[in-house]
């Protein structure tokens, strides 16, 4: 159902609205009502008394798929983190209308008091934090020793469901779990890959989505770290779906790349699923999609279709890049510069020690040459470090 009016502050929708509401729910024998849009707790509760069932907003909705689809520790610490501190910004209604009487969706919380209620949310909300911190803390150790062993690493990203987890499986012989449903992954997996003798680290990541409420993106930002201190992001993309829905996606995903701050790190596009298309088709969406997509490679990765092409491209872009460190003294002019290079290359580690910022990074030549040029101007000091890749026993 649609309605386009001023929100009604009981109901969302209007009155008559939400007469129909109840009739198509009695009709269709509906166990639940969904609303695109947010809910706040008396609307919720105003519905789910019209209705006689749960009615639910898109934040809830999201909540309870990624729940049913954590299947690691960290995952599901993560969406409790998110669910109780969306909690906390409703506890008070919510407690007012859960003693009130029953609802669909309000019972449970019994005859708490807010503040009892509230202080029991936030305990719980420290003591989530302090075990994800741990967690995070043992992930930065092991990205550090990966960059002390040389790998460089690549992030899969992409809108849900666009076939990350296919193309993880065909480029490392894995078996990580693929269904045509949305978020089936939601914890980070790495595995080592050799492409013409060079190794790298493959890590595949939880899929973005249109709208991901920003308590989502916090909870699952030591996740997405693994996006922001990668050396290139594969983003797939499914080229099977309409022209309109693949800009769309692809500029939500771009967007959500910034917003996680990974604009730096070079980025190749996987157009994945070209077995559903016609070759007209494919070259029309390639000619309609001329410059929103860097560096595009058309694949599939369920019959493993042009696969070589994209190695031999993740090679090319990650063989010119240069890896090199600075330490420059901390001024009001060398700050906008350190911000300015997360935005343009791809910053690996930043230790900031007596007054002076040391920084390792890597990013294309002509980047690094400005680097140096910069970091001499102001009597810093700079150095290119090697490439090579050092091989575990």
Do not use: W
Request: hydrophobic residues 40%.
């Amino acid at each position: 159902m649609e309605q386009t009016r001023q929100p009604d502050g009981r109901y969302q929708i209007g009155v008559g609205k939400v007469e129909e509401l109840a009739q198509l729910v009695e009709k269709t024998k509906a166990d639940k009502v969904i609303f695109d849009n947010p809910l706040k707790p008396v609307q919720s509760y105003n519905l789910a008394k019209a209705t006689h069932v749960e009615v639910i907003d898109r934040f809830q909705l999201i909540l309870e798929i990624f729940t049913k689809r954590a299947t690691t520790a960290e995952a599901q610490m993560q969406i409790k983190l998110a669910k109780l501190q969306y909690d906390l910004t409703q506890a008070k209604e919510r407690v007012r209308l859960a003693t009130k009487e029953e609802q669909p969706g309000f019972m449970g919380l019994g005859s708490y008091e807010v503040d009892v209620y509230y202080e029991s949310v936030k305990r719980e909300v420290h003591t989530i934090r302090r075990k994800l911190k741990k967690k995070r803390g043992r992930r930065v150790l092991h990205r550090e020793r990966r960059t002390e062993l040389g790998f460089s690493t690549i992030s899969l990203a992409g809108y849900t469901n666009c076939g990350k987890s296919s193309l993880f499986n065909a480029l490392t012989a894995g078996n990580v779990p693929v269904d045509n449903a949305l978020f089936t992954t939601l914890s980070t997996t790495t595995r080592l890959v050799e492409f013409s003798k060079k190794k790298f680290l493959l890590t595949d990541t939880v899929g973005f989505i249109d709208r991901l409420p920003l308590m989502l993106i916090e909870a699952f930002h030591s996740t997405l770290e693994e996006t922001i201190y990668s050396d290139l992001i594969l983003l797939v993309v499914d080229a099977s779906e309409p022209t309109g829905m693949i800009e769309k996606k692809l500029a939500i995903c771009l967007e959500t790349i910034e917003r996680i701050g990974a604009s730096g790190v070079p980025i190749i596009t996987a157009l994945n699923k070209i077995d559903l298309m016609s070759e007209a088709e494919t070259r029309e969406k390639m000619s309609s999609l001329k410059g929103q997509t860097p560096n595009p490679v058309l694949i599939s990765a369920l019959y493993k279709t042009n696969l070589e092409q994209l190695r031999q491209e993740i090679l090319r872009i990650l063989k010119d890049n240069v890896r090199a460190s600075f330490t420059i003294p901390l001024t009001n002019e060398s700050m906008p510069f350190i911000s300015a290079l997360f935005k343009n290359a791809d910053v690996q580690t930043i230790e900031y020690v007596e007054n002076k910022a040391h920084v390792v990074f890597e990013a294309d030549p002509s980047m690094v040459e400005k680097v140096r040029n910069y970091v001499e101007k102001v009597d810093g000091k700079f150095e290119k470090l090697t490439s090579e890749s050092a091989c575990p026993e």
